[in-house]
Nanobody
């Protein structure tokens, strides 16, 4: 019903940059918050950054100042610009979106959807 497709992962040396993108498609009425999470080997999934439909952002302390999240509401996309990457940024990055769907005429529900994940590897 709703798909989130990520792109832009890869391998980079420490100090380099990558840009992740995520596009949502399907029977979408609207999208509330969108965000990026990551999971490193042996660790729990953690929040990286979120952005509301109004553009308010929230970042994990570990990425403040060198990651920037942005979105295009018209295109249902969210991006994550990652600069000054560190080895500890290595993880699988997941896009997430809180999507509002029409469950039946006049009735709406909000559901969390996830992308398939994209690998980011930073070599030191």
């Amino acid at each position: 019903q709703v798909q989130l497709v990520e792109s832009g992962g890869g391998s980079v040396q420490a100090g380099g940059s990558l840009r992740l993108s995520c596009a949502a498609s399907g029977s979408i009425f609207s999208i509330n918050a969108m965000g990026w999470y990551r999971q490193a080997p042996g660790k729990q999934r953690e929040l990286v950054a979120t952005i509301t439909s109004g553009g308010s952002t929230n970042y994990a302390d570990s990425v403040k100042g060198h990651f920037t999240i942005s979105r295009d509401n018209a295109k249902n996309t969210v991006s994550l610009q990652m600069n000054i990457l560190k080895h500890e940024d290595t993880a699988v990055y997941y896009c997430a979106a809180d999507v509002v769907l029409t469950t039946r005429p006049g009735t709406y529900g909000t559901y969390r959807y996830w992308g398939q994940g994209t690998q980011v590897t930073v070599s030191s």
